[in-house]
Nanobody
Framework: QVQFVESGGGLVQAGGSLRLSCAAS????????MGWFRQAPGKEREFVAA????????NYADSVKGRFSISRDNAKNTVYLQMNSMSPEDTAIYYC?????????????????WGQGTQVTVSS
C-alpha cells in the first residue's frame, strides 16, 4: 500500500499561480497512474488531471486545459499540479490519488488510494 501527502495549497489572487505537490511513501509509486481531483463546498469531487506511470500520457478536465499542468518525478516519488491563471471557480480542496491501472480514469471510483487533501482558495 502507498500513502500520500499533499502540500502547496493556500490563498492566491485571481490570475495567480500555485504548484501543488503530492509526495508518496512506498516503493511502488512509479507503477501507479496518478490523478488530481478537487471538491468544492457542496459539490461532488471532480476530476482535474491524470498522468501515466512514465509521464508520457496526460489527461485534463476541460475546465483546466491550457491552465493546469500535471507532472511527476518518480525518483522523488512526487506528482505535481502547476496551476496558472487561476479563478475563484478553482477554489476547492485538492486531492491526489493513485490508480492501479492505466486508464487515466476521470471518476473517483477509478482510483485506489487517496491523499488527505490540501485547501486552495482563489480570491477575486
Amino acid at each position: 500500500q502507498v500513502q500520500f501527502v499533499e502540500s502547496g495549497g493556500g490563498l492566491v489572487q485571481a490570475g495567480g499561480s500555485l504548484r501543488l505537490s503530492c509526495a508518496a511513501s512506498g516503493r511502488t509509486f512509479s507503477s501507479y497512474t496518478m490523478g488530481w481531483f478537487r471538491q468544492a463546498p457542496g459539490k461532488e469531487r471532480e476530476f482535474v488531471a491524470a498522468i501515466s506511470w512514465l509521464g508520457t500520457r496526460t489527461n485534463y478536465a476541460d475546465s483546466v486545459k491550457g491552465r493546469f499542468s500535471i507532472s511527476r518525478d518518480n525518483a522523488k516519488n512526487t506528482v505535481y499540479l502547476q496551476m496558472n491563471s487561476m479563478s475563484p471557480e478553482d477554489t476547492a480542496i485538492y486531492y491526489c490519488a493513485a490508480e492501479k491501472g492505466a486508464r487515466l480514469g476521470v471518476f473517483a471510483r477509478d482510483y485506489d488510494y487517496w491523499g488527505q487533501g490540501t485547501q486552495v482558495t482563489v480570491s477575486s
